[in-house]
């Protein structure tokens, strides 16, 4: 079974240029979840699908940062114009809808550089 | 609001001592705690839940609802623990997504 990809493992950008991230979640994995690390800090959560759907959109930092999950498959988190502070690791993770035994699995995540 | 603190940036201990990651937590009701790991060059993945009440790799940690503490401990560390543990909590409603702990390396010195 592939585990959840995300691509670019790394991208370097300037600011106010676009970057566009892509996670493929393991299939028949209805929860899909973004999340975000900056340099020593907590891992944040972003925002949470199920299947097509946003669920919980409110770790979002602002209206620069949209994410699509066009067909309730693979997901999309773009940024538009990047800021310097927007440098980080984006994780994704996916889960099934399984009372009781939700565990999320990770991908690899997306370093983002911005100078 | 939910909040998830883990005190300790770096803690550094020798193989075959004993090892304690602290990790408190603020949430209002019953969460779900669970630890994360990430290993160099290696994903984050789930260590251990508290409803599993299990050990995994040799560590255990108790929900202490008194405290509000989840602290993962193991009696001897091994050298292939060092890595980066996170601790993680979850409400039974509500938001679904994990709050994260800002993380705790463990180094295991030979």
């Known amino acids: 079974e592939a585990g959840v990809t995300q691509f670019p493992s790394h991208s370097v950008i300037e600011k106010g240029q676009t970057v566009t991230l892509r996670c493929d979640p393991i299939s028949g994995h209805d929860n899909l979840y973004w999340y975000r690390r900056v340099m020593g800090k907590e891992i944040k959560f972003l925002l949470h699908?199920?299947?097509?759907?946003?669920?919980?959109e409110s770790g979002m930092p602002n209206n620069r940062f949209l994410a699509e999950r066009t067909g309730g498959t693979y997901s999309t988190l773009k940024v538009q114009p990047a800021e310097l502070e927007d440098s980080g690791v984006y994780f994704c993770?996916?889960?099934?809808?399984?009372?009781?035994?939700?565990?999320?699995?990770f991908g690899a995540g997306s370093r983002l550089t911005v100078l | 609001a939910q909040r998830v603190t883990q005190p300790e940036k770096l803690l550094s201990v020798f193989k075959g001592a004993p090892v304690e990651l602290k990790c408190n937590y603020s949430?209002?009701?019953?969460?779900?705690l669970f630890w994360y790991v990430q290993y160099s060059r290696q994903r984050l993945q789930l260590l251990l839940r508290h409803i599993s009440r299990e050990s995994i790799k040799g560590f255990t940690a108790d929900l202490n609802k008194g405290e509000t503490s989840f602290h993962l401990k193991k009696p001897f560390a091994q050298e292939e623990d060092s890595a980066m543990y996170y601790c993680?909590?979850?409400?039974?409603?509500?938001?679904?997504?994990?709050?994260f702990g800002s993380g705790t390396r463990l180094q295991v010195q030979p």
């Open positions: 993770a996916s889960s099934q809808e399984i009372p009781g035994a939700n565990v999320l699995t």
């Open positions: 699908f199920v299947k097509e759907s946003k669920q919980d």
């Open positions: 949430y209002s009701g019953s969460p779900e």
């Open positions: 993680a909590l979850r409400g039974y409603t509500g938001r679904r997504a994990l709050t």
